[in-house]
């Protein structure tokens, strides 16, 4: 096991946000977390994090809590990767991926050859050294999401979060990224992403987890949990989920969409 979550609660105030929110996610997984705008994931991120203190229950790694990690213990277990990211300097891309480096070094101390190699390393496994010289903001989205992902991998965590990676993608670069996030499943890491697409737990994810109202709605493979009733409940739309290639493949598709094209 890698992280679990167990009985999660968390409320602004007198709003209760999380409710007993319970899962885990192993590493070689590839975890997806679906729900509406405002029912919580990124909430439910930040807690897993440490950087929110749950009204009740715990977030553990490894059988550790969360809690009892220093920021540095909890950097080198989990790394996060968000939706998007504009730093104030325009650093270059190896200089971003060379921060991920930072958790192994002291208060003061500089990065040594080993967290150049590392470095370099993650920006050749996710092919974009050719990019190591470039402005991180002067490269296209798709870019910066790998980039992102680079820094995570040089950081040595094992456990990936990851806040809608791909909402603000074109269509060939969603593809190319959840492409390259299943690779890193299949190499014993453990992923966990938010997504408002369905699509993308059919194709790449081993589990889904629907939060509806703050709570679990359901917890499982997608094959096995995922289905047209599921998606309509969670988007208040009605969906059909249709199969392609015999049942090897299935997608989301709006239930009135003959009416619509009429």
Not at 127 to 152: C, M, P
């Amino acid at each position: 096991m890698s992280i679990m979550t167990e009985n999660l609660c968390f409320s602004y105030g007198e709003k209760d946000v999380l409710n007993n929110i319970s899962f885990s996610a192993e590493y070689g997984q590839f975890l997806s977390v679906l729900g509406p705008n405002g029912v919580g994931k990124s909430t439910l991120f930040r807690c897993m994090l440490g950087l929110l203190t749950p009204t009740k229950g715990s977030t553990s790694i490894d059988g550790k809590p969360v809690a009892d990690m220093s920021a540095t213990q909890l950097a080198q277990r989990i790394a996060y990767i968000p939706q998007s990211h504009n730093p104030v300097f325009n650093f270059s891309v190896f200089d971003m991926v060379l921060m991920g480096t930072t958790a192994q070094l002291g208060s003061f101390e500089s990065p040594k050859k080993e967290q150049t190699i590392q470095a370099e390393a993650a920006l050749e496994r996710l092919g974009i050294t050719h990019l190591k010289d470039r402005g991180y903001g002067n490269i296209s989205g798709g870019e910066r999401q790998l980039t992102l992902i680079a820094r995570a991998i040089a950081q040595q965590a094992r456990i990936l979060v990851m806040d809608e990676p791909s909402a603000s993608l074109d269509f060939g670069n969603r593809i190319r990224l959840m492409q390259t996030v299943r690779a890193l499943a299949k190499d014993e890491y453990a992923i966990i992403q938010s997504t408002h697409d369905p699509d993308q737990a059919f194709l790449y994810s081993d589990k889904i987890l629907a939060l509806h109202n703050g709570e679990v709605l359901i917890w499982g493979s997608p094959q096995e949990t995922v289905c047209d009733s599921l998606i309509s409940k969670l988007y208040g739309t009605d969906i059909e989920v249709c199969s392609l290639r015999g049942d090897d493949i299935r997608v989301c598709v709006p239930a009135n969409i003959k009416k619509i094209r009429k």
